[in-house]
């Protein structure tokens, strides 16, 4: 059963870092692309980011161009989403979802297969 499991979310202050791991459990995940999203109080959810299964490729929202680096060892069964510079806009609550199959999905929510429980991220001074 596909399983995935966020963490690392906190509260930061603008310009501050975090590092959000998704850990991924009950399937292969070298199978799978990730996805990474997020939803602000009030606002649509949307797709930040998402990394192809062989790590050979990315794909990132403007908004975080720059700012944020996906990466993943799928030896660990897990994925990382530096994110740098934060600013206020990046707060929300943030999802990793698994997506079957080569090459990039799109960012969008349903094309996925498994989606986390989500890990809060709270910028604010």
């Known amino acids: 059963q596909l399983q995935l499991v966020e963490s690392g979310g906190g509260l930061v202050q603008p310009g501050g870092s975090l590092r959000l791991s998704c850990t991924a459990s009950?399937?292969?995940?070298?199978?799978?692309?990730i996805g990474w999203f997020r939803q602000a109080p009030g606002k649509e959810r949307e797709g930040v980011s998402c990394?192809?299964?062989?790590?050979?490729?990315?794909k990132y929202v403007d908004s975080v161009k720059g700012r944020f680096t996906l990466s993943r060892d799928n030896a660990k069964n897990m994925v990382y989403l530096q994110m740098n510079s934060l600013k206020f806009d990046d707060t929300g609550v943030y999802y990793c979802?698994?997506?079957?199959?080569?090459?990039?999905?799109?960012?969008?929510?349903?094309?996925?297969?498994?989606w986390g429980q989500g890990t809060q991220v709270t910028v604010s001074s």
């Open positions: 979802a698994a997506g079957y199959g080569p090459g990039l999905p799109p960012l969008e929510w349903g094309e996925y297969d498994g």
């Open positions: 009950g399937f292969t995940l070298e199978n799978y692309a």
């Open positions: 990394i192809s299964r062989s790590a050979g490729s990315t």
